[in-house]
């Protein structure tokens, strides 16, 4: 089943951030339940993969001013039928920061998540005649810790509005958004 190794890194996460249990198991009652998890017509809701982002020196994180969400987020995005989340995580990362080279982290040689998290994305309705371009739905979202080798330039893309680099300090001052500051408190910057 294309959905196991998905299912096992679930295990893994849970192992290693049990007071996390309830978000867990709805990702993993997901991941049993619909066999088009992977998919972003998969609802109520479905897997995305995201990437939290670190500096050589792990002194900054990369954050891009989400054009859709008008805000500062990790970089990430819908798996679109690929069952390798961590696959998902990198493309993503890559295709909205321009860093070519990046390091995933791993926890005693194995891949486990830096972070999981679900929320609702809102409907978008069009402009002018508000007809909804997409409805409400969740995004059941696996992210992954890496580490930028020095030297690569930040390219934004289309999808956001800026991409940069932040310290702890200023990530403070930009964001109030738990899900980003967990990650930051498990992952750094430090």
Not at 62 to 86: C, F, M, S, T, Y
Not at 124 to 130: G, M, N
């Amino acid at each position: 089943m294309h959905r196991q190794s998905l299912l096992k890194m679930l295990q893994r996460y849970a192992s290693q951030y049990p007071d996390e249990v309830s978000v867990v198991q709805q990702i993993t009652s997901l991941v049993d339940s619909a066999p088009d998890c992977f998919e972003r017509t998969c609802r109520p809701g479905h897997i995305t993969g995201s990437a939290w982002i670190l500096s050589h020196d792990r002194t900054r994180c990369l954050l891009v001013h989400h054009r859709k969400l008008n805000r500062w987020l990790q970089p990430g995005g819908h798996a679109d039928g690929q069952a390798d989340i961590e696959a998902v995580a990198l493309r993503e990362a890559q295709e909205e920061s321009g860093l070519q080279h990046l390091d995933f982290q791993h926890v005693d040689g194995i891949l486990v998540p830096l972070d999981i998290d679900v929320h609702v994305i809102p409907a978008r309705h069009e402009k002018t005649t508000q007809t909804v371009l997409e409805d409400a739905h969740e995004h059941h979202d696996i992210r992954f810790l890496f580490v930028a080798p020095a030297g690569q330039e930040l390219v934004l893309s289309d999808e956001s509005h800026d991409v940069r680099w932040f310290s702890r300090e200023e990530l403070r001052n930009i964001t109030d958004e738990e899900s980003v500051l967990r990650m930051q408190r498990k992952a750094g910057p430090f």
